[in-house]
């Protein structure tokens, strides 16, 4: 890319997440000046900032784990690996997906760490506070960060923010949910310490416990089957994921009423589980949040949107630039999802004009803002194919 003399950057991304992440390396490895841009103070998104502690969509589904990402995504794993993760395929007892168990520290150090060695530059602590628009191309972002405001000019953008913020104050008008508005449910997985490693999780024990609270406590959970729960890597911690929250707009009225009863719900299950289930007498609240985990908000206008059918028949392009392969995992009813397996070959192909924003020429989408109906989004959302997305949205940015 040959840079004009006005411009700062080749390419400049907005949002740490998977996506963005994936974007920042992909332009990076094909030669652009790369700028990426984090409002929180580590990288990782889902899995760093909401107790996300699975790398879903590396796999397709199945008896056998069948590699469906790669590119620059493996370049995280291996540092992951160099800092004591074993990242193979782990398959869920509860769901029977293929994952990559993680730890939250080791994925921010992970990701200075491969982004440094790219000569990626990293704000931290910073927003995207406004865009200068001219017709159909964006000009420069107005970033806010811990030293007020400065205007960033780059040839090309990436939205990855996982919201669609750098679309929306690019003056697109984005959809809210599904076709008919309804949101995801958001949900809230903790860490849980203080287990007695000896004795193994009873699935059982906690059903019972949780049908004695559903009929007395303030926070009755909508998975009555135990949740989903594996052990941390590196620190013998639980990762549970138990409670669910249904959203009925995106006000931060609503978002606030969220993370306020995760935390309430959150204290009450871990004393549930020390009072009803054997190993947990002495277990405590590790962490919640830094967020709630966010299933989805706004979907950006794109060229193309990828559809259930593109999914449920395994559909293959030529056009495609990465691969959905985890199944439409819809959580339309809180705590009660429901899986459909991706069809033909088990993936589908995400074609490019996914990821390029329809009527402006130098703004791509990664992550969960690409285009996709509410059946397709409900598989390309997770972090594995956000990689994915990322990097070939990277790619092209960089070719100006």
């Given at each position: 890319m040959s840079?004009?003399?006005?411009a700062?950057?080749?390419?400049?991304?907005a949002g740490?997440?998977?996506g963005?992440?994936?974007?920042?390396?992909?332009?990076?490895q094909?030669?652009?000046?790369?700028?990426?841009?984090?409002?929180y103070?580590?990288?990782?998104?889902?899995?760093t900032?909401?107790n996300?502690?699975?790398y879903c969509g590396?796999?397709q589904q199945g008896?056998?784990p069948i590699?469906?990402?790669?590119?620059?995504?493996d370049?995280?794993l291996?540092?992951?690996?160099?800092?004591?993760?074993p990242?193979?395929?782990?398959?869920s007892?509860?769901?029977a997906n293929?994952i990559i168990?993680?730890?939250?520290?080791?994925v921010?150090?992970a990701l200075?760490?491969?982004?440094?060695?790219?000569?990626?530059d990293?704000?931290?602590h910073?927003r995207v506070?406004a865009v200068?628009r001219?017709?159909d191309?964006?000009?420069?972002?107005?970033?806010?960060?811990?030293?007020?405001?400065a205007r960033?000019a780059a040839?090309?953008f990436?939205d990855?923010?996982?919201?669609?913020?750098l679309?929306?104050?690019?003056g697109?008008?984005?959809?809210?949910g599904n076709?008919?508005?309804?949101?995801?449910?958001?949900?809230?997985?903790?860490?849980v310490g203080?287990?007695?490693p000896?004795?193994p999780?009873?699935?059982?024990?906690?059903?019972?416990?949780?049908?004695?609270?559903?009929t007395?406590?303030?926070?009755p959970?909508?998975r009555?089957d135990?949740?989903?729960?594996t052990?941390?890597p590196l620190?013998?911690?639980?990762w549970?994921?138990?409670?669910d929250?249904p959203?009925?707009?995106?006000s931060?009225r609503?978002?606030?009423?969220?993370?306020?009863a995760?935390?309430?719900?959150a204290?009450?299950?871990?004393?549930v589980?020390?009072?009803?289930v054997?190993?947990?007498?002495?277990a405590?609240l590790?962490?919640?949040?830094p967020q709630?985990g966010i299933r989805e908000?706004r979907?950006?206008?794109a060229r193309?949107?990828?559809?259930?059918?593109?999914?449920?028949?395994?559909r293959?392009r030529?056009?495609?630039?990465?691969r959905a392969a985890?199944?439409?995992?819809?959580?339309?009813?809180?705590?009660?999802?429901?899986?459909?397996?991706?069809?033909?070959?088990?993936f589908?192909d995400?074609?490019?004009d996914?990821?390029?924003?329809k009527?402006?020429?130098?703004?791509?989408?990664?992550?969960?803002?690409i285009?996709a109906?509410?059946?397709?989004?409900a598989?390309?959302?997770?972090?594995g194919?956000?990689f994915?997305?990322?990097?070939?949205?990277?790619?092209?940015?960089?070719?100006?």
């Amino acid at each position: 890319m040959s840079r004009k003399p006005e411009a700062d950057y080749d390419v400049i991304v907005a949002g740490g997440g998977a996506g963005g992440v994936g974007a920042a390396l992909g332009a990076a490895q094909a030669g652009a000046k790369t700028l990426l841009v984090e409002k929180y103070g580590f990288l990782g998104g889902a899995a760093t900032t909401s107790n996300v502690l699975a790398y879903c969509g590396f796999f397709q589904q199945g008896e056998d784990p069948i590699k469906a990402v790669g590119g620059v995504a493996d370049l995280v794993l291996d540092e992951l690996r160099a800092l004591g993760l074993p990242c193979d395929p782990f398959k869920s007892p509860t769901t029977a997906n293929w994952i990559i168990l993680l730890e939250p520290e080791a994925v921010k150090l992970a990701l200075d760490r491969v982004l440094a060695r790219h000569n990626v530059d990293v704000l931290l602590h910073t927003r995207v506070a406004a865009v200068t628009r001219t017709a159909d191309r964006l000009e420069a972002v107005t970033l806010a960060g811990m030293d007020g405001r400065a205007r960033i000019a780059a040839e090309a953008f990436v939205d990855a923010t996982g919201d669609a913020n750098l679309a929306l104050l690019a003056g697109m008008t984005c959809r809210s949910g599904n076709e008919m508005g309804h949101l995801q449910a958001v949900s809230a997985p903790i860490r849980v310490g203080g287990r007695n490693p000896a004795v193994p999780i009873d699935r059982q024990a906690i059903i019972d416990a949780f049908k004695h609270y559903n009929t007395h406590g303030a926070w009755p959970v909508a998975r009555p089957d135990g949740g989903i729960y594996t052990e941390v890597p590196l620190t013998g911690e639980m990762w549970w994921m138990m409670f669910d929250h249904p959203m009925e707009d995106l006000s931060s009225r609503s978002f606030t009423r969220a993370e306020q009863a995760a935390r309430a719900a959150a204290h009450d299950y871990v004393q549930v589980l020390r009072q009803g289930v054997p190993g947990f007498e002495n277990a405590y609240l590790v962490q919640t949040g830094p967020q709630i985990g966010i299933r989805e908000s706004r979907h950006p206008p794109a060229r193309y949107e990828l559809t259930g059918e593109d999914l449920l028949t395994g559909r293959q392009r030529a056009d495609g630039v990465a691969r959905a392969a985890w199944p439409i995992e819809d959580h339309s009813v809180p705590g009660k999802p429901v899986y459909r397996p991706i069809g033909g070959a088990g993936f589908a192909d995400i074609p490019l004009d996914c990821l390029r924003a329809k009527g402006l020429e130098n703004l791509c989408y990664a992550g969960r803002v690409i285009g996709a109906d509410s059946t397709a989004y409900a598989s390309i959302r997770v972090m594995g194919t956000a990689f994915a997305t990322g990097e070939a949205a990277g790619r092209f940015s960089a070719k100006g």
